[in-house]
């Protein structure tokens, strides 16, 4: 079992930035590739950004690519989603999962083995 706890979120105006933390409660860590993803109210659960359990690879949604980064820091069991340029587009709560297939970077909810319970962002326009 993991337990991903979210943190960061918050309320932003447009163009300004957020960086979401998720903190994994397994020393095996490293086993899991990570992914965020994002849910509006009334949306399907969309895929947002994933890394490989090394760090070494990443895998962005088209809708935030040069807006957002994914990194991990696997000394302290933490994944990190840096958002630059934040959008009203954006207002979602974030969530944080872990996939169990360690080089996967894979973007459907389902494919996914344990989930945060989410951090609200608002963007204001």
């Known amino acids: 079992q993991v337990q991903l706890v979210e943190s960061g979120g918050g309320l932003v105006q447009a163009g300004g930035s957020l960086r979401l933390s998720c903190a994994a409660s397994?020393?095996?860590?490293?086993?899991?590739?990570m992914g965020w993803f994002r849910q509006a109210p009334g949306k399907e659960r969309e895929f947002v950004a994933a890394?490989?359990?090394?760090?070494?690879?990443?895998n962005l949604a088209d809708s935030v690519k040069g807006r957002f980064t994914i990194s991990r820091d696997n000394s302290k069991n933490t994944v990190y989603l840096q958002m630059n340029s934040l959008k009203p587009e954006d207002t979602a709560v974030y969530y944080c999962?872990?996939?169990?297939?360690?080089?996967?970077?894979?973007?459907?909810?389902?494919?996914?083995?344990?989930w945060g319970q989410g951090t609200q962002v608002t963007v204001s326009s």
């Open positions: 999962a872990a996939d169990y297939i360690p080089g996967a970077l894979r973007s459907r909810p389902d494919e996914y083995d344990y």
């Open positions: 397994r020393r095996t860590f490293t086993n899991y590739a």
């Open positions: 890394v490989s359990s090394s760090g070494r690879f990443t």
